[in-house]
T-cell receptor, first 111, second 113 residues
Framework: SQQGEEDPQALSIQEGENATMNCSYKTSINNLQWYRQNSGRGLVHLILIRSNEREKHSGRLRVTLDTSKKSSSLLITASRAADTASYFCATDDSSASKIIFGSGTRLSIRP | DTGVSQNPRHKITKRGQNVTFRCDPISEHNRLYWYRQTLGQGPEFLTYFQNEAQLEKSRLLSDRFSAERPKGSFSTLEIQRTEQGDSAMYLC???????????FGDGTRLSIL
């Protein structure tokens, strides 16, 4: 079963615009992670945010976490063609032994 | 910097055949995970190892699936008597501990004819 669900399922924006993806989850977590996957490749870790953190930045990425709403958002600023990929959120399960991925947001950047 | 390596990258086989995939994790990582991913979906957890011990298996892992990590280094995932529904991308990942980010290989794409 999937813990996190991303919204929207697909997003197409113009190069240079900002992209926002959301993730909702069901049970309490220790941390939440975002990963990127280019077509035909493995996943690449982007950022990890712990349950006691509200916001985290890494380069053009900004992640927020609202544990009261059980939701997270990933903002990519000044998008580039190379940002075209699928983005997944992942939350640890109740035993914190593994992470569970959502179904992802497919981001397309138009030149 | 050697990342996670998976072989083969692609495997095409006939229904009913056995297949085996190999994963070489980052050398200092204790944790090794296997996932299955179908088109348009996120990776689904199959199983994970802490060193050589297989600590958890998903209900997705039927009796036809077996995974090993004999010396706590590389791992193999074997599927016996393959079925059409086994067609997917099989991903391997490793991490130093359970709370650390996972590093993924590029996967093995399995196609069942």
């Amino acid at each position: 079963s999937q813990q996190g669900e991303e919204d929207p399922q697909a997003l197409s924006i113009q190069e240079g615009e900002n992209a926002t993806m959301n993730c909702s989850y069901k049970t309490s977590i220790n941390n939440l992670q975002w990963y990127r996957q280019n077509s035909g490749r493995g996943l690449v870790h982007l950022i990890l945010i712990r349950s006691n953190e509200r916001e985290k930045h890494s380069g053009r990425l900004r992640v927020t976490l609202d544990t009261s709403k059980k939701s997270s958002s990933l903002l990519i600023t000044a998008s580039r063609a190379a940002d075209t990929a699928s983005y997944f959120c992942a939350t640890d399960d109740s035993s914190a032994s593994k992470i569970i991925f959502g179904s992802g947001t497919r981001l397309s950047i138009r030149p | 910097d050697t990342g996670v390596s998976q072989n083969p990258r692609h495997k095409i086989t006939k229904r009913g055949q056995n297949v085996t995939f190999r994963c070489d994790p980052i050398s200092e990582h204790n944790r090794l995970y296997w996932y299955r991913q179908t088109l348009g979906q996120g990776p689904e957890f199959l199983t994970y190892f802490q060193n050589e011990a297989q600590l958890e298996k998903s209900r997705l892992l039927s009796d036809r699936f077996s995974a090993e990590r004999p010396k706590g280094s590389f791992s193999t995932l074997e599927i016996q008597r393959t079925e059409q529904g086994d067609s997917a991308m099989y991903l391997c990942a490793s991490s130093s501990t359970g709370n650390q980010p996972q590093h993924f290989g590029d996967g093995t794409r399995l196609s069942i004819l």
